[in-house]
């Protein structure tokens, strides 16, 4: 017989609770670091392509 989400946890002991209320903050911990990760590359992804502009500016002024 399958149950609802609610009555899953319903019937879940408080240790289970426990459990997936702390698998929950870890899952949450983890994307929070993948969003600064992410916001990381794109900074980095910017500023590289910046000196790339810049380096074949350089290069168009010294040929």
Do not use: W, Y
């Not at 017989?1 to 289970?16: F, G, K, N, R, Y």
């Not at 990760?37 to 350089?58: D, P, T, Y």
């Amino acid at each position: 017989m399958l149950h609802e989400p609610e009555q899953t946890i319903a019937l879940c002991s408080d240790a289970t609770k426990r459990f997936l209320l702390a698998a929950k903050h870890a899952e949450i911990t983890v994307l929070e670091q993948l969003s600064s990760n992410c916001r990381i590359v794109i900074a980095v992804r910017e500023l590289i392509h910046e000196l790339q502009k810049e380096r074949g500016a350089s290069n168009i002024f010294l040929a």
